[in-house]
């Protein structure tokens, strides 16, 4: 089955306590991209990736790091999270225009 | 950066009642997509147009553009409570892989 997975589903941390946050694609798609979504914001992307080794910047990548070792993984970095970055994480993969979306990473940093 | 706003922001119908809801947009565009958010779950896209058709149907979607007044439109006909869910558009960016997507509307399908 075509999907994007994503690990953990759920997490709780404390500020300062790095985490990563995972997203695979079976699809063998070029482009991938994380977003995050807040109440009343939309989605905001944080970082894409147009290939392996490719990755560039959303409209709100501070605070986050990606990377892009090989094409199915894109794993989310987050160094030192803090309470703003409390939010529901979607990862997000495509080929052409239309993206397929993970489950989504909903995380609470205390 | 956001550029299209969905109208309304949350609408509540009967079920069996349409459901029409709008997005606008800043810039020219080549395509716009509507996607589709249960609560809490991944989005799932629904329908593509392109920047040259004005109109296009997906079972009981319906889907307008306007590109003169940077403007679409999603019908939902004949709803059911499965419709329930958040709908969001979104325009191609600087490239056809980045979206550009506006804050949703919230719809609820009362039975």
Known sequence: ?110 | SQQGEEDPQALSIQEGENATMNCSYKTSINNLQWYRQNSGRGLVHLILIRSNEREKHSGRLRVTLDTSKKSSSLLITASRAADTASYFCATDGDSNYQLIWGAGTKLIIKP
């Open chain 1, 1 to 110: 089955e075509a999907q994007v997975t994503q690990n953990p589903r759920y997490l709780i941390t404390v500020t300062g306590k790095k985490l990563t946050v995972t997203c695979s694609q079976n699809m063998n798609h070029e482009y991938m991209s994380w977003y995050r979504q807040d109440p009343g914001l939309g989605l905001r992307q944080i970082y894409y990736s147009m290939n392996v080794e490719v990755t560039d910047k959303g409209d709100v990548p501070e605070g986050y790091k990606v990377s892009r070792k090989e094409k199915r993984n894109f794993p989310l970095i987050l160094e030192s999270p803090s309470p703003n970055q409390t939010s529901l994480y979607f990862c997000a993969s495509s080929y052409g225009e239309t993206q397929y979306f993970g489950p989504g990473t909903r995380l609470l940093v205390l």
